[in-house]
């Protein structure tokens, strides 16, 4: 069995197996230099030999236990027919969606077909893997993706989108259920590609008001987990509610119960231990500036997580994403520190 899918069956090995989300980017200088000889971000993700490259990067510098394919989640309303484009110093910019005419217009078909080079990526870099190492597939969730499909980039705290909850309910309510639909395609498409197990990133639940979250953040993600669940009962499903349980982890109670949920930063983790039934693979939540300090500081935070989780199936992952001035050689403290028994 491959390290990183032990924990889904309940195992709890000498140490936990480890990735990190945005493992295989800026950091990186290998990938500085495919990005720049590239000159577009969306050219990396939709040519299958680059993205297979930069998503190999990582796995051949430091041997985390999991590749997670290089893509974007913004693909998903890109294929859709939304036009996107990142901008240098920017980052991505939408054509926001103004109506529910225009909401006519995209195509749930369409998506899976322009989305095709990711899935090439997907298996050539299964094929292109060690046996032993996991690959993980993802998507946004429907309120996340929602969010920049309406504001059109995440510069002004997506008050657009907050607003249509109340001005735009129609528009709000379909384009959710859109995009619930065309993210189990896109994920049943990238574990029939080969793709191990799939997360979801839902960047921004926690802008969304208590009073809207059962029907933003709660259900539509249930749905998505319920159809993977049915089609593929083995393959891990893994959610990332960034910051709902910031201030209080009794808001994990009415979330759906995927197999593993991936815990950010800001989340009291002793709190959740006791509260999340121990089914639930717990993942996370390092703070990505501790990467930022002295490599002791880095393996002291990294012992002090694994002794909390000590006996319940873990992932060891960060709260968020590989800051782009970490240096690589502190990744390369963390995970020694996490298989040197040490931890």
């Known amino acids: 069995m491959k390290p990183f899918l032990a924990p889904f069956s309940g195992i709890v090995a000498d140490y936990p197996p480890c990735w990190f989300m945005r493992q295989a980017g800026r950091y990186l200088p290998e990938y500085r230099k495919i990005r720049e000889s590239a000159g577009d971000f969306l050219v990396m993700c939709y040519t299958p030999d680059l993205a297979t490259e930069?998503?190999?990067?990582?796995?051949?510098r430091f041997g985390m236990d999991a590749a997670i394919i290089f893509s974007d989640i913004l693909v998903v309303p890109h294929g859709l027919g939304q036009p996107l484009e990142f901008i240098k110093g920017y980052g991505p910019k939408l054509e926001p969606l103004v109506d529910e005419d225009e909401l006519n217009l995209l195509n749930v078909e369409r998506m899976v077909a322009f989305l095709?080079?990711?899935?090439q990526a997907i298996r050539q870099t299964r094929a292109a893997l060690a046996s032993h190492i996991a690959l993980i597939g993802f998507a946004g969730a429907p309120w996340t993706l929602l969010c920049y499909m309406l504001d059109g980039n995440g510069k002004q705290d997506f008050v657009r989108s907050r607003t249509a909850i109340y001005e735009h309910p129609k528009l709000v309510?379909?384009?959710?259920?859109l995009l619930t639909h065309a993210i189990i395609e896109h994920l049943c498409q990238q574990i029939e590609a080969g793709a191990d197990a799939v997360q979801i990133f839902d960047s921004w639940a926690s802008h969304v008001p208590a009073t809207h979250r059962e029907m933003l953040v709660y259900q539509p993600t249930r749905t998505i987990v319920q159809a993977l669940k049915a089609r593929y009962p083995h393959v891990p499903v893994i959610c990332f509610?960034?910051?709902?349980?910031?201030h209080d982890v009794q808001h994990f109670d009415n979330y759906v119960q995927p197999d593993g949920l991936s815990v950010d930063y800001t989340t009291d983790m002793a709190a959740l231990y006791s509260s999340i039934s121990p089914s639930v693979v717990l993942q996370g939540n390092l703070d990505p500036l501790a990467l930022m300090a002295s490599k002791e500081v880095i393996c002291a935070q990294a012992r002090a997580l694994v002794q909390l989780m000590k006996g319940r199936p873990f992932v060891m992952n960060l709260g968020h994403g590989v800051l782009p001035q970490t240096p690589p050689e502190h990744m390369q403290a963390l995970i020694e520190t996490i298989r040197s028994g040490s931890a």
Do not use: F, N, S
């Not at 309510?173 to 259920?177: D, K, L, S």
């Open 241 to 246: 509610p960034r910051a709902i349980g910031a």
């Open 173 to 177: 309510e379909r384009t959710i259920a």
């Open 116 to 119: 095709h080079p990711v899935y």
């Open 54 to 60: 930069i998503t190999l990067q990582p796995i051949r």
